[in-house]
């Protein structure tokens, strides 16, 4: 990454996106060795999505997760292979998570971020028409 911007054929984009999501019934269930494999999981996931990670935080009933990507992979398509690979390999190696009806909620929230604020780019782009 150069600045923060990101090369590769046609494409130069600096897409940071901040997730939140939260176990099912907002269990407080990210703990111990549930915690540290999830962290695993989603180091390999988001590898493997050419995504890269700029922080993540896990909390019982919680994770936050603020990851920079390519336009070639949106939002939701994020989330939908995080949350699935990580629900399927957790639900399988702690069999305690079998008795919530699902892993995760189906809902999320993503907020984006760049290197400067949407302020700037507002008056940089009206100051573009005065050209």
Do not use: C
Not at 10 to 37: A, C, D
């Amino acid at each position: 990454m150069d600045n923060g911007y990101r090369h590769f054929n046609t494409t130069v984009s600096l897409l940071n996106y901040h997730f939140v999501w939260i176990p099912r019934r907002r269990r407080p269930v990210l703990k111990n060795k549930v915690s540290i494999r999830l962290e695993e999981l989603l180091w390999q996931k988001t590898e493997e999505l050419n995504l890269q990670i700029i922080a993540l935080e896990i909390q019982p009933d919680h994770v936050h997760l603020f990851v920079n990507g390519y336009p070639d992979i949106s939002p939701a398509q994020i989330m939908h292979r995080l949350k699935g690979y990580s629900a399927k390999v957790l639900r399988k190696e702690f069999p305690f998570l079998m008795r919530l009806p699902s892993m995760w909620t189906r809902s999320f929230f993503v907020s984006t971020a760049g290197n400067v604020s949407s302020e700037t780019i507002k008056k940089y782009i009206k100051a573009q028409s005065k050209r």
